[in-house]
């Protein structure tokens, strides 16, 4: 929905999810828990492999999978900003690729988790 539209992009439909989380990874296991968690918080999913090219202020919450999307790192922060501009943005990778997480804290990532801890807080991540 759009304000060219009259709705109000702030407002939820009736009939639809209140937002949408996009889960950039190639874990297609894990993307099902992922959207299990997405829509117990009445929130659409999308898994996908980059950013959207548009901007898309449906999406509020971007989950970068540092374990199979680390090449997306660099600039990612700005890039998120640009087509999510109202995503809260969180990164995960396995504990032991320092280096993935610490980039992605370099970048200004609000949340940066082990995986561990991500999927500690699934379950309440997007509420």
């Not at 090219?53 to 790192?73: F, M, N, W």
């Not at 109202?86 to 995960?92: E, G, S």
């Not at 949340?111 to 807080?121: E, P, Y």
Request: with cysteine.
């Amino acid at each position: 929905m759009s304000e060219a539209n009259g709705s109000d992009p702030d407002t939820a439909a009736d009939n639809g999810p209140a937002g949408v989380v996009l889960f950039l990874s190639g874990d297609l296991m894990f993307a099902s828990r992922v959207r299990g968690a997405a829509e117990a918080a009445d929130l659409g999913f999308r898994l996908a492999g980059d950013l959207p090219g548009e901007t898309d202020s449906s999406i509020r919450h971007v989950v970068l999978d540092l374990s199979t999307r680390a090449k997306l790192i660099s600039g990612f922060r700005e890039r998120c900003r640009q087509a999510c501009p109202r995503a809260n943005v969180i990164a995960y990778g396995p504990h032991v690729q320092t280096q993935n997480l610490t980039a992605a804290r370099g970048e200004g990532i609000e949340a940066v988790l082990t995986r561990g801890q991500f999927d500690a807080k699934l379950s309440s991540l997007f509420a």
